[in-house]
T-cell receptor, first 115, second 110 residues
């Protein structure tokens, strides 16, 4: 089985621009979660999608949004980029959201640098 | 909401045993998970405790005590490849979000 695939792996943007990140989950997984990782802050939950519906949302401003397609692939978008948005954005998939097993499968992440 | 506390760094010697603690404040959760992340890599799942007690998987064990709001990851026979960051995580009851601690950086000395 192929793992979770995130694209692009690295990208550089300037303040005010917007960015779209993509995540292809493991085949058969319907839940996709997004996390922001910065040094010293761990993994901060952005949102979770399940069967094309946003099921949960973290405490991030409205500039951060996402969606999920019928094939379970997910995208997240950040508009009006700020310097503080520089981070590693991780996508994780699971069959049902990890409630039964506590297990999420992570991609390698998309490293965003905002200049 | 959830709050998980872990030490930011721990140092141990190759071949030794190390324990990484995780304390939490929560109104309810399904279980406690542990993840390992090497520099530049993706977090990978290590273990999950849905019930109180000890779960053992090879050199790694994980423990949960709901009454003490406490859990730990125990790594035995440490190897240099165990140098990584370790994260505890809980699954909130209700909205089923998985929330992570800030992570513990494990340094292993030869």
């Amino acid at each position: 089985k192929a793992g979770v695939t995130q694209t692009p792996r690295y990208l550089i943007k300037t303040r005010g621009q917007q960015v779209t990140l993509s995540c292809s989950p493991i085949s058969g997984h319907r839940s996709v979660s997004w996390y922001q990782q910065t040094p010293g802050q761990g993994l901060q939950f952005l949102f979770e999608y399940f069967s094309e519906t946003q099921r949960n949302k973290g405490n991030f401003p409205g500039r951060f949004s996402g969606r999920q397609f019928s094939n379970s692939r997910s995208e997240m978008n950040v508009s009006t980029l700020e310097l503080g948005d520089s981070a590693l954005y991780l996508c994780a998939s699971s069959e049902t959201g990890g409630v039964n097993t506590g297990e999420l499968f992570f991609g390698e992440g998309s490293r965003l640098t905002v200049l | 909401g959830q709050s998980l506390e872990q030490p930011s760094e721990v140092t141990a010697v190759e071949g030794a045993i190390v324990q990484i603690n995780c304390t939490y404040q929560t109104s309810g959760f399904y279980g406690l998970s542990w993840y390992q992340q090497h520099d530049g890599g993706a977090p990978t799942f290590l273990s999950y405790n849905a019930l109180d007690g000890l779960e053992e998987t090879g050199r790694f064990s994980s423990f949960l005590s709901r009454s003490d709001s406490y859990g730990y990851l125990l790594l035995q026979e440490l190897q240099m490849k165990d140098s990584a960051s370790y994260f505890c995580a809980v699954i909130e009851v209700g909205d089923d979000k998985i929330i992570f601690g800030k992570g513990t950086r494990l340094h292993i000395l030869p």
